[in-house]
């Protein structure tokens, strides 16, 4: 059985207590390219990671290809002039990630306005209609958790928490956000821990804050972010020992 086909249970049943690994490059990137996001997925699922999260129906193909048991959290992330959201926005994207072989969509679950100007009511009430697959959450707070929920989100993930203008003054990861989520989701609803996590220890903290599972990405498949922090901090140190110096 490859997860594509696994029920809701099953897929909790792999998950929960587990790393979901974020596996993406941003636009530009020598690495932004299906094999290359394969191997990093298959690497990652080697070492023992319960599942991935991947960008674009291209990257979810290869990688349902060369792992085909593989657990998929897929997205598709386009931007629009005239709204804020970009995570799986609307039914095109949604149609497209579950096609190329995802086993969970996830989308933006915000308040905010959606490109097409549908509400997320609308896009979930057609998803469950006309597609029936699970969905995973992405909020930013505690109220659009919880409706995400009552919508028939199966996870819900703090993805966007510190992301939006309702949550800008916040930094992941979401700490205060985590037990509140906990202590109000159904216990069949998901809760991961998703955003600002950079050592194992955020990772272990998280699931001692009621996350069911955590994903990582920058911290460990960020490479481009990454090295530039690095040279930034290195840079910046040069600076400061050349000035006390004096040169």
């Given amino acids: ?94 149609r497209s990630v579950w096609a190329a072989g995802a086993d969970i969509v996830a989308l933006d679950a915000t308040d905010r306005i959606r490109p097409d100007g549908d509400s997320l009511d609308i896009l979930m009430r057609r998803i469950q209609q006309e597609l029936a697959i699970p969905v995973m959450a992405d909020v930013d707070s505690l109220n659009s958790g919880l409706k995400a929920s009552d919508l028939g989100c199966a996870w819900v993930g703090t993805t966007l928490y510190g992301y939006t203008k309702q949550t800008d003054s916040f930094h992941p990861p979401a700490w205060e956000l985590l037990p509140l989520l906990r202590a109000e989701l159904r216990s069949d609803v998901l809760l991961i821990c998703e955003g600002g996590i950079s050592s194992s220890t955020d990772a272990a903290r998280a699931l001692r804050e009621g996350a069911d599972a955590v994903v990582v990405g920058t911290s460990i498949t960020g490479i481009d972010l990454q090295v530039s922090n690095y040279r930034s901090v290195i840079d910046n140190e040069l600076v400061k020992n050349n000035n006390n110096l004096g040169y």
């Fill in 1 to 94: 059985m490859t997860f594509y086909s696994a029920s809701l249970s099953e897929l909790a049943n792999r998950v929960r207590g587990g790393l979901i690994v974020s596996v993406q490059a941003p636009l530009g990137s020598p690495i932004r390219h299906p094999y290359v996001i394969a191997s990093m997925a298959e690497a990652c699922l080697n070492n023992g990671a319960v599942g991935v999260r991947l960008e674009s129906p291209e990257h979810i193909s290869a990688v349902r290809q060369r792992c085909p048991k593989a657990l998929i959290v897929g997205l598709w992330k386009q931007t629009f002039a005239n709204s804020d959201v970009y995570i799986t926005p609307g039914w095109h994207e949604v």
